[in-house]
């Protein structure tokens, strides 16, 4: 298979931006330099990553860390490894995702966010292709291609003194932008197909839903603030409800944002994508400890009386992000103390951090 179309195959899309990311994947895939790839939250900076790798010549893994889904306690750990006993809970020794991408590959999702004092560490590592273990003194030789993300300014993070300019220099060696969904609408309905194709592989008791040329208009006119991630689970949700069937706007409109206004409503899809720290005064009332200590039972009458579908299982899912989310921010970015809080064990906690990739920013801070 050719570079060309490799690349079609990875990262849909036949706008003029989207073939302007596949032409830098190609030119910066055969050579050694760190790449930094920018964009909004969901636009699928990650398969950047995986084409670069795949068109270089390493052999060794594609390794993906999401910074800012890791407590930053457990990141140094996560990343450079650790020596059997060196902190409490290390029962045995353990590489990081840096000797694990040996020869390979290592893609550091959110690196905007990963905490100044693993920045310095990061850049060591860097300058000297060796990797020193939590607890040891041996610098490990490591040999890996480096590439990042952020759908942050990093450059004015660095300029407010937030963020190391040293390393900004060296993970920015080549720089491609991915564009959000609402800046390539006209490949909304490929991305549907390509979506469709995945879903049908993945959840095999599901027929994907399908749009008339009504309803994909009535889809471009969108902004689509999660970008892939949240047309994925649109689709997912609209094949759930109505498996197999081709939906207009009628079918569609009760599952989306108010599109007069352009204002997304309450609680919708798209507030999945929202800063947590940034919620409207009718997700606090939801979620706020106040409430939810209370003897009060909550009022989910409003759900019911927009006459559209609940789907029970994303809905639970959603509260529960939140709650995660919430107990961190309110615990100084503690998982003992969050877990405590949640009713959970440590070890539970962890496992649902992973799950959701929670974004705790206070934890960045």
Same mark, same amino acid.
């Given at each position: 298979?050719?570079?060309?179309?490799? =690349?079609?195959?990875?990262?849909?899309?036949?706008?003029?931006?989207?073939?302007?990311?596949?032409?830098?994947?190609?030119?910066?895939?055969?050579?050694?330099?760190?790449? /930094?790839?920018?964009?909004?939250?969901? +636009?699928?900076?990650?398969?950047?990553?995986?084409?670069?790798?795949?068109? @270089?010549?390493?052999?060794?893994?594609?390794?993906?860390?999401?910074?800012?889904?890791?407590?930053?306690?457990?990141?140094?750990?996560?990343?450079?490894?650790?020596?059997?006993?060196?902190?409490?809970?290390?029962?045995?020794?353990?590489?990081?995702?840096?000797?694990?991408?040996?020869?390979?590959?290592?893609?550091?999702?959110?690196?905007?966010?990963?905490?100044?004092?693993?920045?310095?560490?990061?850049?060591?590592?860097?300058?000297?292709?060796?990797?020193?273990?939590?607890?040891?003194?041996?610098?490990?030789?490591?040999?890996?291609?480096?590439?990042?993300?952020?759908?942050?300014?990093?450059?004015?993070?660095?300029?407010?003194?937030?963020?190391?300019?040293?390393? /900004?220099?060296?993970?920015?060696?080549?720089?491609?932008?991915?564009?959000? /969904?609402?800046?390539?609408?006209?490949?909304?309905?490929? =991305?549907?197909?390509?979506?469709?194709?995945?879903?049908?592989?993945?959840?095999?008791?599901?027929?994907?839903?399908?749009?008339?040329?009504?309803?994909?208009?009535?889809?471009?006119?969108?902004?689509?603030?999660?970008?892939?991630?949240?047309?994925?689970?649109?689709?997912?949700?609209?094949?759930?409800?109505?498996?197999?069937?081709?939906?207009?706007?009628?079918?569609?409109?009760?599952?989306?944002?108010?599109?007069?206004?352009?204002?997304?409503?309450?609680?919708?899809?798209? +507030?999945?994508?929202?800063?947590?720290?940034?919620?409207?005064?009718?997700?606090?009332?939801?979620?706020?400890?106040?409430?939810?200590? @209370?003897?009060?039972?909550?009022?989910?009458?409003?759900?019911?009386?927009?006459?559209?579908?609940?789907?029970?299982?994303?809905?639970?899912?959603?509260?529960?992000?939140?709650?995660?989310?919430?107990?961190?921010?309110?615990?100084?970015?503690?998982?003992?103390?969050?877990?405590?809080?949640?009713?959970?064990?440590?070890?539970?906690?962890?496992?649902?951090?992973? =799950?959701?990739?929670?974004?705790?920013?206070?934890?960045?801070?």
């Amino acid at each position: 298979m050719t570079n060309s179309k490799f =690349l079609e195959n990875l990262i849909a899309g036949s706008s003029a931006k989207m073939q302007e990311v596949r032409q830098h994947i190609a030119l910066a895939a055969p050579y050694p330099v760190n790449v /930094l790839a920018i964009g909004p939250t969901g +636009s699928g900076k990650e398969l950047i990553a995986k084409g670069i790798h795949k068109l @270089s010549a390493r052999t060794g893994k594609f390794i993906a860390v999401n910074t800012a889904a890791i407590p930053a306690d457990l990141l140094e750990a996560e990343l450079f490894g650790h020596e059997k006993g060196s902190f409490t809970g290390a029962d045995k020794a353990r590489k990081g995702k840096v000797e694990e991408a040996a020869n390979g590959t290592l893609f550091l999702d959110e690196i905007g966010d990963m905490p100044f004092s693993l920045q310095a560490k990061l850049l060591r590592v860097l300058e000297t292709k060796t990797v020193q273990k939590i607890g040891s003194e041996k610098s490990i030789p490591v040999d890996f291609r480096l590439v990042c993300a952020t759908h942050t300014d990093i450059g004015e993070l660095a300029r407010q003194g937030k963020f190391r300019a040293d390393l /900004l220099y060296r993970i920015a060696v080549y720089t491609i932008e991915n564009p959000p /969904l609402a800046e390539r609408t006209e490949d909304l309905e490929e =991305l549907i197909t390509v979506l469709s194709m995945r879903l049908k592989k993945t959840e095999t008791k599901i027929k994907p839903a399908t749009f008339d040329a009504e309803a994909l208009g009535f889809l471009r006119a969108y902004t689509w603030p999660g970008n892939i991630r949240e047309l994925a689970n649109f689709l997912q949700k609209c094949s759930v409800l109505f498996s197999g069937q081709t939906l207009g706007i009628e079918e569609i409109r009760p599952l989306m944002p108010n599109f007069e206004t352009g204002e997304p409503t309450e609680i919708t899809q798209a +507030s999945l994508w929202d800063d947590p720290t940034e919620r409207s005064s009718s997700e606090e009332d939801l979620l706020g400890s106040n409430k939810i200590e @209370s003897n009060e039972s909550i009022d989910f009458i409003d759900y019911f009386s927009r006459n559209q579908p609940l789907n029970l299982r994303q809905f639970l899912s959603d509260i529960e992000e939140k709650l995660v989310t919430t107990a961190l921010q309110q615990s100084d970015g503690s998982v003992e103390v969050a877990a405590q809080k949640l009713g959970l064990s440590s070890e539970d906690l962890l496992d649902k951090i992973k =799950l959701y990739a929670v974004m705790n920013r206070s934890l960045m801070k």
